[in-house]
T-cell receptor, first 114, second 117 residues
């Protein structure tokens, strides 16, 4: 079955450490997205990518970096510059074409500070 | 910039009854898309229903339907015959049709729905 796989499910970061969250999709979607969710809040867009080797900053990109070397993969690195990284991170993808293609989401990664 | 407001942080409904979740949005665009997503305790985001702004007819998906009032910029979700499995956080989301925005979603803050047996 097609879908979006995020790993790991839980991740812990030490002070000053960079960590990378994995997102893989086999839906043949062109566009991929990373969202951050804090308790009691909606999702906020971190980065998005419409095509391979191209990505754009979302609303809260500071302290994060991404790459899009393959269509299927869109890893997110939480750098040491992100001072409050504890949150739930969701990856999503959608078709690049089509006026009303919805976003499909992975199961998320919960990141905590040690 | 578009904003999405969900004014009900929490709602409850008796099993088999009907409940309506509210959502309003602010935009200067005339063409856009609206979505309701459900997030159960597993935290997975599940698409419930979608609506194109250019369609006057309200979308329906089985027990889920919307009341789309374009002039009022309102997009409420009605759940009929509520079931225990409907208990979840519900998010309203807006998407611009502009290609430059990569079809990103703007989410409301969510409504936590409890279904009482």
């Amino acid at each position: 079955d097609g879908g979006i796989t995020q790993s790991p499910k839980y991740l812990f970061r030490k002070e000053g450490q960079n960590v990378t969250l994995s997102c893989e999709q086999n839906l043949n979607h062109d566009a991929m997205y990373w969202y951050r969710q804090d308790p009691g809040q909606g999702l906020r867009l971190i980065y998005y990518s419409q095509i391979v080797n191209d990505f754009q900053k979302g609303d809260i990109a500071e302290g994060y970096s991404v790459s899009r070397e393959k269509k299927e993969s869109f890893p997110l690195t939480v750098t040491s510059a992100q001072k409050n990284p504890t949150a739930f991170y969701l990856c999503a993808s959608s078709m690049g074409r089509g006026r009303n293609q919805p976003q499909h989401f992975g199961d998320g990664t919960r990141l905590s500070i040690l | 910039a578009q904003t999405v407001t969900q004014s009900q942080p929490e709602m409850s409904v008796q099993e088999a009854e009907t409940v309506t979740l509210s959502c309003t949005y602010d935009t200067s665009e005339s063409d856009y898309y609206l979505f309701w997503y459900k997030q159960p305790p597993s935290r997975q985001m599940i698409l419930v229903i979608r609506q194109e702004a250019y369609k006057q007819q309200n979308a329906t998906e089985n027990r889920f339907s919307v009341n789309f009032q374009k002039a009022a910029k309102s997009f409420s979700l009605k759940i009929s015959d509520s079931q225990l499995g409907d208990a979840a956080m519900y998010f309203c989301a807006y998407r611009s049709p502009s290609s430059g925005s990569a079809r990103q979603l703007t989410f409301g803050s969510g409504t936590q729905l409890t279904v009482l047996p």
